[in-house]
Each structure stands twice: as C-alpha cells, then as structure tokens.
C-alpha cells in the first residue's frame, strides 16, 4: 500500500532555534497536509498544499509540495516552547473522499 | 462545544471482550472516518461514512471490527473478541462535503483502548 516515510522521527532542538521536517512517497499524491498532535488531543490541521511546487506559510510555518508531487517539508522557524508535540505529514489518495495516509511523525521536544 | 466528541476517552478490557467506541462529529458533517493509532506511529485509516452511501471498509484489518453510523450522525466502532494487539488510540474525525469534494477533517480527541 501507499507510506509516507517521514524524517526525522524525534527532534531536540533548544528554544528559538529552527525546525525542518520532511515526508517522502513512492506515489504521488494530490494534496500534502501537515498534522501537530499535542499529547491526549487529535490532530490538528497546519497547512494544506494542492499544487505541485507550491510553498505556503502560516505564521512561522512554511511548508512545500514537491515538484514530483512525491515529497514535502515543513519549517518551523524561530521555535517556542508551545511548538512541542508530534508533526504528521498526510498525503490524500481518494480526492472526493479524502482518506488520508500518514507518515509516522516527527516527535519535537524543546529545551528552554 | 462544537468540536468532534469521542467516548469514553479510555478504555481497558480484557483479551476476548468486545468493546464500542463511540464518536459524535461535528454538526452538519456528513462525512466521518475512523483511525487507528499504535503507539508511536501514525493514523491508520479504518472506515468512512459518507452521507447515505455505503461505508467504505477497506482499511478494517480484521472482521472483528464493524462500524455503524446512525441516523447519519453518531457512529459506533465495535471490536469483537479484543487481542492485546488492538491496544491502541482510536480516532475518529468528520468533515464537510463542498463541491463535491471534503474539505477539512476535523479530529476528536480519541479513545486509548488498552486490551491486557
């Protein structure tokens, strides 16, 4: 079946410091989602990408669709402490339906 | 609260019991989908409802999970004769259907279900 291989899978960075994380496929995907999940709570949507090539930010988030349609990053820059908690890439497979394909995450702790 | 609701938040039985799961999505949602989350791993898609159609069930590993959507609202995951390798979180999410395609999934926020 379709698998995100995401990297890296835990981060320790120290507060203030910048954050990059990505997600590679084998298949190509329509759109890229980037998930934070934060301990006990569900996922909570970031930045959606639809276009291949596209690079969208939020805030201090940054975060691209690769041109193959194949991979993605997400940036964090600047770090705070409220940034800790589990990133999840997502690739769509059905577009109608929506059904999502998540990579294994990245754990991102932050020492003050 | 307008948010996607998940009882009960935890849950332990034990191995051979069957358990349900219950998930209210958000108001006015017609789409819900059901995960699974294993410890240190990402969301494992289950089931989705959508509207009136039938569910699709491609992602259930096993018969012993089934999965009801009532009235188009509340839905129920049900696990059968649990094995510890179903511990795990339970995540169920709902989204709006918008011109033919789904927009945003909305999560809960889960049920641990631990099997001893």
């Known amino acids: 079946g379709q698998q995100l291989n995401q990297s890296p899978q835990s981060m320790f960075i120290q507060e203030g410091e910048d954050v990059s994380m990505n997600c590679t496929s084998s298949?190509?995907?329509?759109?890229w989602l980037w998930y934070k999940q934060d301990p006990g709570e569900g996922p909570v949507l970031l930045i959606a990408?639809?276009?291949?090539?596209e690079l969208t930010s939020n805030g201090r988030l940054t975060a691209q669709f690769g041109i193959t349609r194949k991979d993605s990053f997400l940036n964090i820059s600047a770090s705070i402490p409220s940034d800790v908690g589990i990133y999840f890439c997502?690739?769509?497979?059905?577009?109608?339906?929506?059904?999502?394909?998540f990579g294994q995450g990245t754990r991102l702790t932050i020492n003050p | 609260g307008a948010g996607v609701s998940q009882s009960p938040s935890n849950k332990v039985t034990e191995k051979g019991k069957d358990v349900e799961l219950r998930c209210d999505p958000i108001s006015g949602h017609t789409a819900l989908y059901w995960y699974r989350q294993s410890l240190g791993q990402g969301l494992e898609f289950l089931i989705y409802f959508q509207g009136n159609s039938a569910p699709d069930k491609s992602g259930l590993p096993s018969d012993r999970f089934s999965a009801e959507r009532t009235g188009g609202s509340v839905s129920t995951l049900t696990i059968q004769r649990t094995q510890q390798e179903d511990s795990a979180v339970y995540l169920c999410?709902?989204?709006?259907?918008?011109?033919?395609?789904?927009?945003?999934?909305?999560f809960g926020p889960g049920t641990r279900l631990l099997v001893l």
């Open positions: 999410a709902s989204s709006y259907r918008r011109g033919g395609l789904q927009e945003t999934q909305y």
């Open positions: 997502a690739g769509v497979i059905i577009q109608g339906a929506q059904k999502l394909v």
């Open positions: 298949s190509i995907f329509n759109t």
């Open positions: 990408l639809y276009k291949a090539g």
